[in-house]
């Protein structure tokens, strides 16, 4: 994508942000002046706010909110993403009130994540498409999270520069994790201990060792 692209592309997913925002912005304030009384306060809040949601407009995961989003809310949001995440009802959900194939959506964003459960996960990425086999789980307990703790692994992963297939992986050892644990944070694991399940389950992987790089730079 050239530089002009890239500009046009920005400035389009502005003016989402802005009308997409603007339309909750009256209802965003009205909870926050509830908590926080001062008017003065309460407006540097909703504009931190905005701040933060502008920050995570290009990774759009529409995960609960799926079923109260109607087709034209979902066709105007979703075009411009970097990062498109759902699991396999929530993308059903997109395709039937958008009427988008897969392949639309694709062409809509830069990459189209796509959780299966039991049956892993399928990343859609620079023209191709990279299937990530599921974890072996010594027991399931709750599924509370588990995706949430996919798409942490993911985007560390990538940070570090990993590419696609491996980074996937990453995301779904992340999630087996969190599928062995009751709640979304009474469990822990170290880098050391990630590196090794994921040896376990996909084979000796040097390239990890970006990961350790990056927690020491951020430590």
Known sequence: MDADARHDSQAAAQQRFLSLFLRS????FRYVAVLVPNV?????????TALALWEKFDAYDPSQQIARLSGEDLAASIPGATYLLCNEYELGMVQKKTGWS?????????VLVQTLGKDGSIIYADEAEYRIPAVRLSK????????????????????????WEVA?????????YALENPGTS??????????QR?????GH?????????????HA
Not at 141 to 163: K, N, Q, S
Not at 205 to 217: C, V
Request: hydrophobic content about 40%; glycine content about 10%.
């Open 186 to 195: 009474s469990h822990k694991f170290t880098l050391e201990e990630m590196i």
């Open 205 to 217: 992987e040097p390239r990890l060792a970006k990961l350790s790089q990056e927690a020491r730079q």
């Open 168 to 176: 996937g992986r990453v995301g779904a050892i992340c999630g087996a």
């Open 40 to 48: 003065t306060d309460a407006e540097d809040i909703v504009q931190q």
């Open 140 to 163: 399931t307990v709750d599924p509370t999270g588990a995706g949430d703790a996919y798409r942490g692994g993911l985007f560390a992963a990538v940070l570090a520069g990993l590419p």
């Open 25 to 28: 912005e009256r209802e965003i």
């Open 102 to 110: 897969i392949d639309e959506i694709r062409s809509q964003v830069a």
């Open 198 to 202: 994921y040896a376990d389950n996909f």
